[in-house]
């Protein structure tokens, strides 16, 4: 069964280029629940810890400069099939190949630099929502 809970984050191209409030507002109006979120700024070790999973691919140490560059908005969102219906309104990883009207088709403007993080699971919502927020910081 789909979970009701996934986490995203606005990563630092898209918060540096003032599209946040347009990114939550398109997220919004999807019909999703904001239940915690917040501003802030990995370094790069907590990069290295949150993106740990991707340690050994070639592209590990560049994500977590890239992350680690700027300001970053985290978020857990609510919403029936949370992940699944998300990762529908994000779009795919590359712009270039996004659906019309996604989050990354509008916001992207490459690969890395692709507006917003996405878990791509139930399992992963969960883990990634508890490395940001603790249960006080969650709207219940």
């Known amino acids: 069964m789909a979970g009701n809970r996934t986490f995203t984050m606005i990563k630092p191209d898209a ?8 990114i939550l507002k398109m997220i919004e109006e999807a019909g999703f629940k904001i239940v915690a979120m917040k501003a802030t700024q990995l370094t790069p070790e907590l990069a290295g810890k949150f993106y740990a999973v991707h340690k050994e691919r070639p592209f ?5 400069k890239y992350m680690s560059s ?4 985290a978020a857990i969102l609510e919403k029936d099939n949370a992940v699944e ?4 309104l ?3 990883t590359n712009p270039a190949n ?5 989050i990354r088709k509008i916001f992207a403007t490459s690969i890395e630099a692709n507006a917003v993080h996405g878990s791509d699971s139930d ?3 969960e883990i990634e929502g508890n490395f ?6 969650r709207v219940r």
């Open 98 to 102: 996004a659906a019309e009207g996604t």
């Open 90 to 92: 994000i779009g795919a």
């Open 132 to 137: 940001y927020f603790n249960q006080a910081e």
């Open 70 to 73: 700027g300001p970053i908005i």
């Open 123 to 125: 399992e992963n919502a």
């Open 15 to 22: 918060f540096a280029a003032g599209n946040s409030g347009a």
């Open 85 to 88: 219906d998300f990762r529908t």
């Open 60 to 64: 590990y140490n560049d994500l977590c």
